[in-house]
């Protein structure tokens, strides 16, 4: 049978494949645009500042406060500081995980002091162990059974030293992962027969359908389907998105984001399950991230955009970055009893 499409002569098939590699960049500008115009459209609108704290809130804590650099006086300090919030859980790294899943108590000598002196200072306020690792066949590898093994073992040693639950956050988590959802099965039988907390920080949700997919393209950066976000939510108490590291330009845009990311998992995420967003209270300069794009005050305006119908809570991270500024929009815009 006679080829009734030849082969294009070679010139022809050469200048073919640059316009295909050469219109890639095109095609991603393309791409880029219209979901940066989207957030922008979804970041408009007037911002409900009656939606404010219901008392769910969260903020993560650097090593120093179980290791021994913190004081009794740090304490008092913290306590102020978070005097008329509604954050009631610290994530307090307790961590890291070893590559090998172990968990080295050595690295934590004040933990028990620290929890002690929490619950004395700021009464309902919960601390809970801050865990993880990154995840790599060279790293922590959570299809190895013996690792899996050795990040339960952890697990009993922080509840057994009076944590109030336990909070992993494992980078990068892709979606779909089999062994991070059978981790978390098993630590939530451990957390719920002691009467603790299993919280998890999670990556982005598809904010957009499929946006998954183009996330998954680049090695270091995550983002879950709403399939994947669903299963994880059956098997933990809370859930605290990331919702950062955007590389969006424009505080509108990261706001729109925000509200998608709140839209999305609140259509997802059990109402039995307490619903925290991330906000980037850290000032470091990134590639994926701009310090003037991404702020408390948009984080805050996304969630009160999606005026939620039940109680959602804010995360701030870190506590060694954030900046009175960073207060200051946490305290104006979201704390409770405010105008």
């Known amino acids: 049978m006679s080829d009734e499409n030849p082969a294009p002569p070679p010139k022809k098939r050469r200048r073919r494949v640059l316009w295909v590699v050469g219109g890639l960049p095109a095609v991603v500008l393309l791409i880029v645009t219209g979901t940066v115009g989207t957030f922008m459209a979804y970041g408009s609108g007037t911002i409900d500042r009656t939606v404010r704290s219901t008392g769910n809130d969260a903020y993560w804590l650097g090593h120093a406060w179980v290791d021994g650099r913190r004081t009794q006086a740090d304490v008092d300090a913290l306590a102020a500081q978070l005097e008329g919030t509604g954050i009631r859980d610290l994530y307090v790294h307790a961590g890291p995980y070893a590559d090998d899943g172990t968990l080295d108590a050595a690295k934590r000598p004040k933990a028990s002091w620290f929890i002690e002196a929490v619950h004395t200072a700021i009464p309902g ?8 690792n990154k995840l790599g066949d060279d790293r922590l590898d959570l299809s190895s059974e013996q690792s899996r093994a050795n990040v339960l073992a952890g697990v009993d040693s922080v509840l057994a030293g009076g944590f109030d639950g336990v909070h992993f956050d494992f980078e990068p988590s892709k979606d779909g992962n089999e062994d991070v959802l059978r981790v ?31 996330a998954g393209l680049v090695p270091t950066q995550s983002q879950w ?3 994947y976000l669903r299963r994880v939510a059956q098997t933990v108490d809370q859930i605290a998105i990331m919702s950062y590291d955007t590389a969006l330009p424009s505080e509108r845009a990261y706001r729109g984001y925000v509200r998608r990311q709140t839209e999305v998992a609140l259509d997802v995420v059990p109402p039995d399950v307490t619903l925290i967003i991330g906000a980037p209270a850290y000032h470091d300069r990134k590639l994926v991230r701009y310090d003037f794009a991404e702020t408390v005050a948009a984080a805050i305006g996304g969630v009160q955009l999606a005026r939620p119908d039940r109680p959602v809570g ?8 954030a900046t009175t500024g960073d207060w200051d929009a946490f305290r104006r815009d979201w704390s409770p009893g405010q105008p």
């Open 125 to 132: 306020v919960r601390v809970q162990a801050w865990l993880g």
């Open 184 to 214: 978390f099965e098993a630590t939530h039988a451990k957390t719920q027969a002691a009467g603790r907390l299993l919280s998890v920080a999670t990556p982005p949700v598809d904010p957009l359908p499929g946006a998954h997919l183009l």
């Open 225 to 227: 389907s709403t399939g």
């Open 314 to 321: 804010v995360a701030l991270y870190v506590d060694f970055d």
